[in-house]
Nanobody, 132 residues
Framework: QVHLVESGGGSVQAGGSLRLSCATG??????MGWFRQAPGKEREGVAS?????????????YYINSVKGRFTISQDKATNTMYLQMNALKPEDSGMYYC??????????????????????WGQGTQVIVSS
């Protein structure tokens, strides 16, 4: 059974930063993503990372427009941990953040899974609150 554990959420003021972590234990996948859900809103994909190979230069990153230039997704294959560095946070970034992981045959399929929330394995979430 795949067990994903998020951490790093918290409360910050607008303009601040947080770094979320997603530990995947012994599970290793080539497609991982971060999602968020604000109260009363649907869950949305935020960023994905697709590893074409074990080399970081072959990682393919994808972000939704609203976080481009502010958020950075990364992955440490040695520890099976994914990160989301969030800078210049805005109140609209508030919500529960989830990580998800699964295998994907191609970068396009990984991105499509982010858009359609079609990931097989999910964490329990970590709360992010950004105050104005």
């Amino acid at each position: 059974q795949v067990h994903l554990v998020e951490s790093g959420g918290g409360s910050v003021q607008a303009g601040g930063s947080l770094r979320l972590s997603c530990a995947t234990g012994n599970y290793s996948s080539n497609c991982m993503g971060w999602f968020r859900q604000a109260p009363g809103k649907e869950r949305e994909g935020v960023a994905s990372i697709y590893a074409e190979s074990i080399y970081e230069t072959d990682y393919r990153l994808y972000y939704i427009n609203s976080v481009k230039g502010r958020f950075t997704i990364s992955q440490d294959k040695a520890t099976n941990t994914m990160y989301l560095q969030m800078n210049a946070l805005k109140p609209e970034d508030s919500g529960m953040y989830y990580c998800a992981a699964q295998g994907a045959a191609h970068e396009v399929l990984c991105r499509r899974s982010l858009d359609t929330l079609a990931f097989a394995n999910w964490g329990q979430g970590t709360q992010v609150i950004v105050s104005s």
